[in-house]
């Protein structure tokens, strides 16, 4: 099974701040790797699929990059609806998430 | 614009079975990949498995074979994740998205399902 490994656990910013989110794989998972980000009381929401694309409707602060074993998730500018949990996803082989990285209000 | 709505919140006792419906809306019931990802109270993601509404196959994680199964029910577009051999630990939001490539773009509401004696 492939673990991803999310860091930081927490991420304490202000809104306007750039926020950089990491995602590492025990092995290689070629550029499929999505990101969702998750409110409380709410499904998560895809973002960022296939390392580098968004989803419809993401606006273009949130860009993804990375390829192989680390991945990066970058919030450009922290809008104050970004402060949330946000989880790394691997389909290279079977499926699994990453722990995940919360977001707070500094 | 499609839709996946889940079944309310079940509570069950240990060892019992919970069977979890998910409707699709909004489109044709053809050819989506709906998964199953599960979310313990104030834990991460965990991945079940997943089923073609069209031809009905499945796949599951490890840690899900032989304890649960997934089907369809073409005729009202919707399809069911059952787990047997509920434990404690089974407490959890369980929720159906559609998978688009390599990542899931809709989400059902969720489902909690609550084990307990």
């Known amino acids: 099974e492939i673990v991803l490994t999310q860091s930081p656990a927490t991420l304490s910013l202000s809104p306007g701040e750039r926020a950089t989110l990491s995602c590492r794989a025990s092995q290689s998972v070629s550029t499929y790797v999505a990101w969702y980000q998750q409110k409380p009381g709410q499904a998560p929401r895809l973002l960022i699929y296939d390392t580098s694309n968004r989803a419809p409707g993401i606006p273009p602060r949130f860009s993804g990059s990375g390829s192989g074993t680390d991945f990066t998730l970058t919030i450009s500018s922290l809008d104050p609806e970004d402060f949330a949990v946000y989880y790394c996803?691997?389909?290279?082989?079977?499926?699994?998430f990453g722990g995940g990285t919360k977001i707070e209000i500094k | 614009q499609v839709q996946l709505v889940q079944s309310g919140a079940e509570v069950k006792k240990p060892g019992a079975s919970v069977k979890v419906s998910c409707k699709i809306s909004g489109s044709t019931f053809t050819n989506y990949d709906i998964n199953w990802v599960r979310q313990a109270p104030g834990q991460g993601l965990e991945w079940l498995g997943w089923?073609?509404?069209?031809?009905?196959?499945?796949g599951f994680a490890q840690q899900f074979e032989g304890r649960g199964t997934m089907t369809r029910n073409t005729s009202i577009s919707t399809v069911y994740m059952e787990l047997s051999s509920l434990r404690s630990d089974d407490t959890a939001i369980y929720y159906c998205?559609?998978?688009?490539?390599?990542?899931?773009?809709?989400w059902g509401q969720g489902t909690m399902v609550t084990v307990s004696s």
């Open positions: 089923i073609n509404s069209n031809s009905g196959y499945t």
């Open positions: 996803q691997q389909r290279r082989d079977w499926l699994t």
């Open positions: 998205a559609k998978r688009m490539g390599d990542a899931f773009d809709i």
